[in-house]
């Protein structure tokens, strides 16, 4: 498995922004941490923030830019790094339960 993710994930290069606060980008941060894939994090002071505001998707974080792309929103950034790095699930049942992982998580995180 593990030789598997390191071919699917090679070459990728994936940057996290975010605040230096766990809040929504734990779980994205830990679904990387899981498949052992190699990331760089912005980690914005929020004194920094208004400068930066207005450089993101939504005018909020988490921002993934994976490859060159950018991806904004929590959920979807956790749905899609699950799929790329293979935690995603590899039956319509295990994509069920990989899914409400992230809704639970939300649900604890609210
Ligand atoms: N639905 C968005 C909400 C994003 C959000 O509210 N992020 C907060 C930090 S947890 C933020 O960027 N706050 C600063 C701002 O809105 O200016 C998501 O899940 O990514």
Same mark, same amino acid.
């Not at 498995?1 to 766990?22: A, D, H, T």
């Not at 935690?87 to 994509?95: I, K």
């Given at each position: 498995? @593990?030789?598997?993710?390191?071919?699917?994930?090679? +070459? /990728?290069?994936?940057?996290?922004?975010?605040?230096?606060?766990?809040?929504?980008?734990? #779980?994205?941060? #830990? !679904?990387?941490?899981?498949?052992? $894939?190699? !990331?760089?994090?912005?980690?914005?002071? !929020?004194?920094?923030?208004?400068?930066?505001?207005?450089?993101?998707? !939504?005018? /909020?974080?988490?921002?993934? $830019?994976?490859? +060159?792309?950018?991806? +904004?929103? @929590?959920? $979807?950034?956790?749905?899609?790094?699950?799929?790329?790095? *293979?935690?995603? *699930?590899?039956?319509?049942?295990?994509?069920?339960?990989?899914?409400?992982?992230?809704?639970? $998580?939300?649900? #604890?995180?609210?």
């Amino acid at each position: 498995m @593990s030789q598997l993710l390191i071919v699917i994930c090679y +070459g /990728s290069k994936i940057k996290l922004v975010y605040f230096p606060l766990r809040g929504r980008a734990e #779980l994205i941060r #830990l !679904f990387l941490a899981a498949a052992e $894939t190699e !990331f760089e994090e912005d980690v914005i002071e !929020f004194q920094d923030w208004p400068d930066r505001k207005a450089d993101m998707m !939504f005018e /909020s974080l988490p921002m993934l $830019t994976w490859d +060159g792309e950018e991806v +904004g929103q @929590s959920l $979807t950034i956790a749905r899609f790094v699950a799929k790329k790095v *293979g935690l995603a *699930g590899h039956n319509d049942l295990e994509q069920a339960r990989a899914d409400a992982i992230v809704e639970h $998580t939300m649900d #604890l995180y609210e």
